[in-house]
């Protein structure tokens, strides 16, 4: 069994900070890229950053210069700092990782749970 666990969402006004976290853990063997994603209400998933093994990464345009993400390969954890938040940016936040698992060659997308951001005017 391999899972992700958010941490790090809540209420925060508008200008305000926050940081996400999600840990992966189970039989992993390895863990290819990590991210981050978002649904709004009556909006469709979509992409907020994502990061390679390596540290590479890519932003939506509507996060780039606010959000940081970042990854920690010992601790199989990923973050997303966000800065300078807006109402826009409320939504579900879900992590997302290609994790092949030690008991398997496959490589597997794996979701969390999701963790509520709520921005304030």
């Known amino acids: 069994q391999v899972q992700l666990v958010e941490s790090g969402g809540g209420l925060v006004q508008a200008g305000g900070s926050l940081r996400l976290s999600c840990a992966a853990s189970g039989s992993i063997a390895i863990i290819n890229a990590m991210g981050w994603y978002r649904q709004a209400p009556e909006k469709q998933r979509e992409l907020v950053a994502t990061i390679t093994s390596g540290g590479s990464t890519n932003y939506a345009d509507s996060v780039k210069g606010r959000f940081t993400i970042s990854r920690d390969n010992a601790k199989n954890t990923v973050y997303l700092q966000m800065n300078t938040v807006k109402p826009e940016d409320t939504a579900v936040y879900y992590c997302?990782?290609?994790?092949?698992?030690?008991?398997?060659?496959?490589?597997?997308?794996?979701w969390g749970q999701g963790t509520q951001v709520t921005v304030s005017s």
């Open positions: 997302n990782a290609e994790i092949r698992r030690l008991t398997s060659p496959r490589l597997n997308d794996v």
